[in-house]
T-cell receptor
Framework: EDQVTQSPEALRLQEGESSSLNCSYTVSGLRGLFWYRQDPGKGPEFLFTLYSAGEEKEKERLKATLTKKESFLHITAPKPEDSATYLCAVQAAYSNYQLIWGAGTKLIIKP | KAGVTQTPRYLIKTRGQQVTLSCSPISGHRSVSWYQQTPGQGLQFLFEYFSETQRNKGNFPGRFSGRQFSNSRSEMNVSTLELGDSALYLC?????????????FGSGTRLTVV
């Protein structure tokens, strides 16, 4: 069964304390892996799409990497405004373009 | 460039009533997906429409339905509302629904059933 698991469920960091969020997946053939950021009461905001193992993408303090089994979202020197829930989703190659979503990691950055 | 517009933003309905939510995608986007989000269940996929045809459907009862118009605007309808239908309903639009183009979400409609 296709599955996406994110860990940890919640993460509290001090401002400036770097860390990583994990998204592990099991699909038969990956078409793409998405990272989104969601603030309370709002819709998810697109961050990155990764397509193949070894690929990396960066945006400000965020860097996403992809292997054959998992993706990491690395946060370098985070600021309080980086606090949000980070969601991961995958699209399987054989699927009819449907996304499979993880439950998200709630990130809290304390000043 | 206008984003994805969902109306209304907030809605309070009584159990047993029905409700219609609207989603206007980004201009040129032909795929519209609907999701239900609750604190306990996360993002749950309802259905996806592409060029007026339902392309994918999640595991929700038949009380949940949708449609897409020729201008790509989409509506979802929930009949015979239950208390458990209280949630944030999100729609996401994409040019073609493929990974290459990503998905853009609206701000959602917060539905409360009392």
């Amino acid at each position: 069964e296709d599955q996406v698991t994110q860990s940890p469920e919640a993460l509290r960091l001090q401002e400036g304390e770097s860390s990583s969020l994990n998204c592990s997946y099991t699909v038969s053939g990956l078409r793409g892996l998405f990272w989104y950021r969601q603030d309370p009461g709002k819709g998810p905001e697109f961050l990155f799409t990764l397509y193949s193992a070894g690929e990396e993408k960066e945006k400000e303090r965020l860097k996403a990497t992809l292997t054959k089994k998992e993706s990491f979202l690395h946060i370098t020197a985070p600021k309080p405004e980086d606090s949000a829930t980070y969601l991961c989703a995958v699209q399987a190659a054989y699927s009819n373009y449907q996304l499979i979503w993880g439950a998200g990691t709630k990130l809290i950055i304390k000043p | 460039k206008a984003g994805v517009t969902q109306t209304p933003r907030y809605l309070i309905k009584t159990r047993g009533q029905q409700v219609t939510l609207s989603c206007s995608p980004i201009s040129g986007h032909r795929s519209v997906s609907w999701y239900q989000q609750t604190p306990g269940q996360g993002l749950q996929f309802l259905f996806e429409y592409f060029s007026e045809t339902q392309r994918n459907k999640g595991n929700f009862p038949g009380r949940f339905s949708g449609r897409q118009f020729s201008n790509s605007r989409s509506e979802m309808n929930v009949s015979t509302l239950e208390l458990g239908d209280s949630a944030l309903y999100l729609c996401a639009s994409s040019f073609a629904g493929t990974a290459n183009y990503g998905y853009t979400f609206g701000s959602g409609t917060r539905l409360t059933v009392v």
